[in-house]
Structures are given as structure tokens and as C-alpha cells.
């Protein structure tokens, strides 16, 4: 505990350093250091910021006609995420290469379950939700049609990542897929 607490009440300190080229004169060819540095007072309490809402579970399959991807997650039932009503945006990666995205501009919609189309038509989205004790298991479904695959190796894994935005909520997830035999897809879950 005394670690902990000693780290929440060290100084903050930030350093800047400014080319010497960009001043004027009389300053110009020295070099320019700023540090500004403070206590956090009040200290920040703990409790009071959400837990991040992180996939713990990202299963599907990704192929060039289309992917089909469900996210799981779970988080304390007191503040689950509102994921409706603000625009909402989807990308999924491969290895670093962004294979598809979907934006759907009017957020998801429904009572409940949650449910939106990308703008272009191309892509479904769900969420559902549901209360397990202390905690809710938010289940995020999306539906691509179409997507740029990158050149994969037969057999070999490739990191899927999964960023979702929506209601103002940021989540983001990796899983290990798999590629199929002949590079073309990948498989994972």
C-alpha cells in the first residue's frame, strides 16, 4: 500500500525542449529547456473512474467476401457502458493493416439490444447486454461485408484487433487468429 500511495503522491513533471532555430533573436542558437512540475491536490481518488471496457473474448472469421466478429466483454454491472445514441465507429486490423471499418453516423438504436447499419449499408452491428451477478457481459456483434485482406502465410497466426467507439465509449481488444490453409482466411475462437 505505502508503494502505491507513494507513487499517487509523487510530483508530476513535464520537459519541453525548444529548437534553437525557432526563437527570435536574442534567444536564437541557445537551447531552451522548460520543466513545469506539481503535487496532484487533491489526490485523485481511486474509485472514482470507471473500469475500461475491454474485449475479453474476440472470435469470428475474416475473409475478402466478408467477416463476421463477436466481442465479449465484462464489466461491473454499477456503470455498464451506454453504447447507444452518439455515432458509432468500428475498425477492425489485421497485423497492422486496417481491413475494414464501419461508421454509422446515428449511433445503434433499440431497447435492450442494440442494433445499427454503417452508413454505406455494408456493415451490422449488435450489441446485448445481460446482468451475471456483480457484473453485465456486454456482446458486441459485427457483420462485414467486404474486406481488403492483407497477404497472409499459410497456417500462421496474425493479431486481430478490434477498436470500437461508440456512446463515447472506447473499447479495444487483440486475439490470435489463425489463417487457413490456403492464406485466404483467418479463423479464430
Do not use: W, Y
Not at 447486454?129 to 457481459?137: D, L
Not at 481488403?148 to 486475439?175: E, K, N, W, Y
Amino acid at each position: 500500500m505505502s508503494r502505491i500511495l507513494r507513487f499517487v503522491l509523487a510530483s508530476l513533471m513535464l520537459v519541453g525542449v525548444f529548437d534553437p532555430a525557432s526563437l527570435p533573436p536574442p534567444l536564437t542558437g541557445q537551447l531552451v529547456v522548460l520543466s513545469a512540475s506539481c503535487l496532484p491536490r487533491p489526490v485523485p481518488d481511486k474509485d472514482q473512474f470507471a473500469p475500461p471496457f475491454v474485449p475479453r473474448s474476440i472470435v469470428g472469421h475474416i475473409a475478402p467476401s466478408g467477416a463476421r466478429i463477436r466481442a465479449t466483454a465484462d464489466v461491473p454491472s454499477v456503470s455498464p457502458p451506454d453504447l447507444s445514441g452518439a455515432p458509432t465507429v468500428v475498425a477492425l486490423d489485421v497485423g497492422g493493416t486496417i481491413v475494414a471499418t464501419a461508421v454509422v453516423s446515428g449511433g445503434l438504436t433499440g431497447r435492450g439490444n442494440l442494433s445499427g447499419t454503417s452508413d454505406d449499408g455494408r456493415t451490422v452491428i449488435e450489441v446485448r447486454s445481460s446482468r451475471h451477478g456483480a457484473t453485465s457481459r456486454v456482446v458486441v456483434t459485427a457483420r462485414f461485408d467486404g474486406v481488403t485482406m492483407p497477404a497472409l502465410s499459410p497456417g500462421a497466426p496474425a493479431l486481430v484487433d478490434l477498436v470500437i467507439d461508440a456512446g463515447g465509449v472506447i473499447a479495444r481488444g487483440q486475439q490470435l487468429f489463425r489463417a487457413s490453409r490456403d492464406g485466404g482466411r483467418l479463423h479464430g475462437g
